[in-house]
């Protein structure tokens, strides 16, 4: 199987932080569908902060449409000239990040009190 990956590039405008916390949004969504233990499996993705990229692994059903749900967040809260984002194929010969690393599993939001 081919490792097919979605690199999210983010404007200087976008908060990085707040891209990510976008990701993890779509992760708990994606819960919903694929549960729990499905997405600790199949949803990786790398954080390149020097870059300010996030790339997404999408070679698996899962990882699809976490880059599709990511990508409709980022819209929504960032607007399309927010981010650029373009499929890629990792390569060790080309120095992009590889997804690889399993995404931790998304943290509620704390509902502190004020």
Aim: aromatic share 6%; charged share 25%; hydrophobic share 45%.
């Amino acid at each position: 199987m081919s490792r097919i990956a979605y690199r999210f590039d983010l404007d200087a405008a976008t908060p990085l932080t707040e891209a990510e916390m976008s990701l993890h949004l779509a992760m708990i969504a994606l819960e919903g569908l694929f549960g729990r233990a499905g997405v600790r499996l199949d949803a990786r993705y790398h954080l390149d902060e020097p870059r300010r990229a996030i790339v997404v692994d999408g070679s698996t059903l899962i990882g699809e449409s976490l880059v599709k749900v990511f990508a409709a967040l980022l819209i929504r809260e960032f607007g399309d000239a927010g981010f650029t984002v373009r499929r890629i194929v990792p390569s060790s010969s080309t120095g992009d990040p590889e997804p690889t690393t399993p995404a931790p599993p998304p943290r509620a939001p704390s509902m502190a009190a004020a």
